[in-house]
């Protein structure tokens, strides 16, 4: 029995705070922003610490659907979760994709499992807890509530998790000080990568993919990875927002989503993989490709199979934008378009130096 | 009747000074340094204005080169044809690609036509010679002259042609002025567009790509290109260097060279094209190549197949270097190694925004 | 007899999108939104082509006033001139100014001229027109106007002169060619140069610091310029906004301004000079001042002082963040303050490789 | 008993290879390679880990002096002490200085104290000695011995102390970790900072400017640091290298040496009793200023006096970058000239934010 049925709309943006595309499929009825669950947008900043389009995006978007959605643009940011990458290097090209739900009667003429969204989250964590056991713990919990949601039971049929998680402050570190309690990094920076690897780990539990993974082993042991995961940390909330994306039979989704895990930067037979696990073949990607999520980072051996890069040493651009670069130009190259989602940081994200990558296509 | 050979040497560089791996082979007999032609190297620098990488190698090279030659480190640069690209983004590795000549009895084993090169060099330029018709056609003289050195006869053969061309400084404008002569630009910058515009124009007029080709075409007409020149302007000469590489029959070379043309930054067909034009499909890569040759821009209108790109507009990092990370990106996912020659600014060489890719792969 | 005074408050902000500083100043009833002229604000992104900081703090800006004011967020935008400046390397500090306006009785308390602001516009220009002399003598009639609205009669006591202009874009350019007119340059990037250089003109011109100046001088003759304006274009609007600043017997302000000209970037003297002609000695500036208003760039023929500098030749820093980062450093250390409004590109502003430099102290 | 003499001489370059102003003063008789002692230079670089304008600087150095010293290129290395600063930000200007030393008869025309220079070295480190107690203690001792052989008894006389020091490798962390012992960090980039500290804590003790530092102070109690050392790590020898510099009876050079401290990266006060402690007033820089040596940092706590700065958070330009080109901007406004000695990374040298600055006059 199909009960509901997912949107997926690519849209291109002009610069990061440009919600006209939006507003248009808005303004003609095409899309009601009351079946919004989630915006993941690719902005045209570094994608690093002082990196503003980020919120610049969040901003605009809260402030146009604000008065379509009758409540205030923070409430806004509360009710949709936005998930915004920052970094189009090389031939990336800024967009939004907006994820739609809707209730479905299921009229028959759809077949097998389609593309289904489910969203959760954890409770707030302390400063202490991000990086450590509790985010692991916390993070399987919203993993299984978010399969729930999106009528997904079997962990095969998971093919993308999308994370925003929490960082420490400075504040946030010294109000945890004051308690007594010490948390894993008193760096904002440092904690980001702590906070995206524990969630990460979560997912790899949450799904099987791993039997179990300690606090210890948080940003030390690389071979402990989940294959699905993506995750990103942002300053604006306390607890983790869980965005789980699969295939289930009580979707009546005109979409297919697959998936599969890049070893390195360069495994474009893995990226051909994906392409197929969402049925697309050479001759159908123009017509039947919706977009791809993946992950990308320069691998921490400062080698791609066995050649040096220099992505680690270059003390002028960040080794995301490097990765992200050349990722989103074997991806672009694959897709026959840049407007793809390849974001940084893949901490627990697939192997080190490589990460996963989803696609969605029309059924 | 095989009258010589060519052989085709990638080395790993651990930084631009390294020269320890081609001191290797020279020490270990492996390579005699007065059959080496010519040097292509890929450099960690940034590629820009700024980049001293490229002059540091060459330096490094010609001290250690000298005394095997029994000549002074000027006399070296002077004798082989030392081109460095600057910038080694993304997955890109810092390499040296050597090419080395020997004269050869043809022994009967080796059948078809087989890799050769040549290399030919104009008179000297005046200043206001540069990008101008004087540039054109001296080098439509010079890569025929090449050409004849390469034993190649049907420009059909002929697959890369490597340019090294002059560009004006600030002294060489005031010169020209003072004879009451005007160069095309009195920018050191602006004047490396052009000379590298009109010496891949020549090429182009060379092999009858184009039927003609005025000098107020150059940096103008974007629908006259050659594909497969790659041409890159210098400071230290004030001729041009041209490095014919083809298929000929009196070579016995054991490898080939094959080309093809992209048409954007994402023309993975193009790429799998050039490949199969060496002979390699998908199995034999590993095995077979040598190396690739390629050229990388950002489309010149914004937009790679209508999505807008933001390489042009980023004022923190140069386009070229987006460019040459993300067209690495995705030619090392097809190479399955980054150790490949991929350089920025493609003045007349390809179609806007794409650019020519050569491939050297064993027989 | 004084009929107004003139506020200026300096706020330091967290971030690009932090209008908290300003807010609490509303809210307590320190500063009438209406009463609000104009802002210059310096935020933190890199001052290029793609620096949305800007424009994120404007919005920010407008959204927060708007209900202050009773007026959309767009209506903020036209009434208040919002001036943001990209770049806070070195030591500049994020930071907004604002300045206010109110009628004032004049108790009889105040002696001798105190700084007053006026604000002029001039009509919309044609894309053809910027860069050009109706950009010229327009600027001049609303610098005229502004000094009116300030009660200023003396061009001596005219200190700063705050312009923001047009510039072009693709879409402006096609409709100007579509009408048989062609714009100085089809580049948008190179139109802001033309359109900050023939405003600056237009302000010497109307101060009579210059006798004439012909379109075909703007961005030629570097021997024109103004010691007083500071432009800065921007793709919002298409006619000039002018801010004038200077001392008036009609006004009751506080503050007092005064400036002088950096004839190089490295002008300690020109620095002292200004502080001292807003009534600034050494002990006093901790105390008294208020802020500080400059230009920076980097000397067009290379050098300071016949030392050579990198700042043009530098592929990966923009030369705009080289120019505003030294002179902040020497500003900063005169003013004891990295709070400082030093903003780069000073085409006809100042002379070449100078720039004007305005203080306001508390008189 | 004068016995010796010193020459200072700064010389500017036009590029990283350039040796030719070097040359001239060689090949003139101006300067006697044999008694050149120290080259301080800046190279245009960025100053990070893949600079190699430094090595580049170095080895066209010794390339040039080799035959006029009888010695190989590496002799040359090992002979003179050579410390290349990268990153010429802002308006500094790229520049050799060398410092020779003669001996001298005492002919009575010189009076009081001269700038005299000494040079020793540590015995060589093991990697895990290096940031601790071993390599403070070694450098307490090279201190005392370079002071010997600059003939300075008081420490009050010595101005400036200029250490070179090593780093850890990969390959010399395992060859630690096989014999059981640990080294500091593994990280390359990591250890620098280590050994910079060290050898500051080493000056400073050896000065007697603090009375104890326990390697577990290293880059934690910046309360401890050397108002005159200026350490830089280079992967090139495993000892420290000691240059002191400061004032003594026994030398017969027409120069000065004098310091001060900043105390934040807008010190103008102390840079100019830096130079009125070289005897420089406002009116004698331009005729007796031979150079200035300063270090600078961006603030570890983020601010300076109170006011945020963005130089940690810059995602795009390193925080030396910025910190070079803002107190370079400082410093060249008072000597006038961009082509002084500003370096980056000052831990331990200064107070956390500030840093040491020399300046050298003639007498």
Known sequence: MRTHSVEVIRIATKSPGDVSGLMQLVESGRLAPASILAVLGKTEGNGGVNDFTREYAVSALCHALAPHLGI??????????????????????????????????????????????????????LPEELGRSAQIDETVKAVHAAMLDAGIADPQDVHFVQIKCPLVTSERVEAALARGAKPVTAS?????GYSRGASALGVALALGEIKSASEEQVLKDWGLFSSVASTSAGIELMHNVVIVMGNSVSSAS?????????????????????????????????DKLVNVFAKAEASPDGAVRAFRHT?????????????????GGLIAGVAGCGAVYVSGGAEHQ??????????????
């Open 311 to 327: 992505m680690l040493e270059d003390s002028d651009i960040g080794s995301t934008r490097h990765a992200r670069a050349a990722v």
């Open 350 to 363: 697939g192997p080190a130096g490589g990460g996963p990558i989803a696609v969605i296509a029309r059924a």
């Open 188 to 192: 904002a920076y440092g904690s980001m």
């Open 254 to 286: 005109p979409y297919l989503i697959g998936h599969a895990v890049m070893r390195d930067a360069i495994d474009l037979a893995a990226v051909r993989a994906a392409f197929e696990s969402a049925g697309l073949t050479d001759g159908a990607v123009q």
């Open 72 to 125: 205030t643009p923070p409430a806004v940011e509360e009710r949709i979760a936005f998930v915004m990458s920052g970094g189009t290097e090389g031939v990336l090209s800024p967009h939004l994709t907006v994820f739609a739900r809707t209730s479905a009667n299921d009229n028959g003429t759809v077949d097998g499992k389609r593309l289904s969204i489910g969203i959760a989250q954890t409770r707030d964590f």
